[in-house]
């Protein structure tokens, strides 16, 4: 079973940089899609970007051109370049693997704020 740590969050003012990484270990037997998602306070989970095994890449489009989603094979971990950051990007952010069902990490909270 594959098990997934969100690292890298914290309070960033409004404009600035974080990047969050998922540490995956475990069996990664077919997992052919890798994402982070994010739940707001009081709203739902909502997808954030995904990539997948084969190498096809989205974004939502409120973070089109502002965050990168990478998988480093390297170091094992999926990763979430964010710039730009604004307060509505204040979320728990969740790294997720799917594979007829998802597998999520335990999430990590991001606050833009002044």
């Known amino acids: 079973q594959v098990q997934l740590v969100e690292s890298g969050g914290g309070l960033v003012q409004p404009g600035g940089s974080l990047n969050l990484s998922c540490a995956v270990s475990?069996?990664?037997?077919?997992?052919?899609?890798w994402g982070w998602y994010r739940q707001p306070p009081g709203r739902d989970r909502t997808l954030v970007a995904y990539?997948?095994?084969?190498?096809?890449?989205q974004y939502a489009d409120f973070v089109k051109g502002r965050f990168t989603i990478s998988r480093d094979n390297a170091k094992n971990t999926v990763d979430l370049q964010m710039n730009d950051l604004k307060p509505e990007d204040t979320a728990v952010y969740y790294c997720?693997?799917?594979?007829?069902?998802?597998?999520w990490g335990q999430g990590i909270q991001v606050t833009v704020s002044s």
């Open positions: 990539i997948m095994t084969s190498g096809v890449i």
């Open positions: 475990g069996t990664e037997d077919g997992i052919y899609l």
């Open positions: 997720a693997a799917v594979h007829g069902r998802f597998t």
